[in-house]
């Protein structure tokens, strides 16, 4: 095709460049939405979201936060029992929607994990969300309202939950008042035979590995692209890693990831014919054709020693021979 060099042609290139120039990069610039950081007097709802919270041990966690100067309002769906669960879904979500629109209620702490979040996820609306965020707080099965979450821009705080508050160690308590009055964040961690070295810088995005593989393909898929992953879990066939890891190689997630974190692989569980492998050393078989680098054994997860993750910020990643540094911005 012969292309004329006329007036008119020359203004749409130049219109075309512009365009080429100025459109932006939304992946890259999108900017995630930071919840405002509490201060003393704020009040942090504690509910259930998923397992039931039927015994009386709530005290610790609401004593820690009482002395960091908050207020604490206890949900609806604490004490109720429908049999794993606390209370029916729509129980559940109303609890949730309740405190997610409460404009005095500036962070919702899930009680615990266990199962059951996803079957309420879908009954919150979360339209008035983003312009009013507030921190979302938990871990394990609370992984849920991260990835969800994390796809509507909000960041949102990995950590301990009230249930587990009164055996978490002073690190892990500190770490969790720093990440909710916002002071900064940093992590050095040994040095790991097994790391891949390496630096990356990216969005923090992930949680429970078993979680995260529950879901592919909904709406709160998780988003690797450009982003440091992190990943735990607790109480898994050594198989089901295996396969956990490969559909997400599968899925395309570790063909852009800037760097990938590993947490506790706790209580893991083998066959009667043993796998060959352990979780740590299934991470890096499937991972082997990529350049990312990788720390293992990072103090988070299923273990006392479970420090605080901001999911959503940017994090320089610094895996090194003598230790790895975890620097949140």
């Known amino acids: ?30 900017q995630m939405i930071i919840p405002a950081f509490l201060k003393k007097g704020d009040t942090i709802a504690i509910l259930a979201t998923a397992r039931k919270n039927i015994v009386d041990n ?15 309002v206890v949900g609806n769906t604490i004490g109720l029992d429908n049999n794993q669960l606390a209370g029916t879904d729509t129980e559940r ?17 899930c009680a615990r994990g266990g199962y059951g979040t996803v ?19 938990g871990f394990s099965d609370v992984t849920v309202l991260h990835s969800h979450l994390n796809k509507l821009g909000v960041q949102t705080i990995h950590g301990m939950m009230p249930v587990n508050v009164e ?13 909710l009055f916002g002071e900064t964040i940093d992590y050095k961690v040994p040095f790991d035979s097994e790391n891949r070295l390496g630096t990356a810088k990216g969005e923090l995005i992930g949680g ?29 066939y050594l198989y089901h890693v295996d396969r956990m890891m490969m559909s997400l190689k599968r899925c395309g997630c570790f063909e852009d990831l800037e760097g990938l974190i ?22 890096t078989d499937i991972t082997k054709d990529y350049k990312f680098p990788i720390v293992f054994d990072f ?31």
């Open 299 to 329: 103090p988070a997860g299923h273990i006392h020693d479970n420090r605080t993750l901001i999911f959503g910020n940017q994090v320089l990643l610094e895996v090194k021979q003598k230790e790895t540094s975890v620097t949140f911005e």
């Open 93 to 109: 979500a109303t609890d949730f929607q309740k405190m997610l629109d409460n404009p005095n209620i500036k962070a919702i702490w």
């Open 208 to 236: 429970n590995l078993s979680i995260l593989y529950s879901l592919m393909g909904s709406a709160s898929q998780v988003d690797c692209k450009g982003k440091i992953l992190f990943i735990e879990d607790l109480d898994e």
């Open 167 to 179: 055996k978490a160690t002073p690190a892990v308590k500190e770490s969790f008042r720093k990440a």
């Open 1 to 30: 095709m012969i292309f004329k060099s006329t007036k008119t042609n020359v203004k749409i290139i130049r219109m075309l460049v512009v365009l080429v120039v100025i459109a932006p990069n939304t992946q890259a610039q999108k």
């Open 119 to 137: 079957r309420m996820i879908d009954k919150v609306d979360f339209s008035n969300f983003k312009s009013n965020p507030k921190w979302v707080i």
């Open 58 to 72: 709530l005290k610790p966690s609401i004593d820690l936060v009482q002395s960091w100067g908050l207020n604490v």
């Open 262 to 283: 590993v947490g506790s692989m706790t209580k893991m569980k083998d066959n009667e014919i043993p796998w060959g492998k352990n979780a740590n050393q299934i991470v």
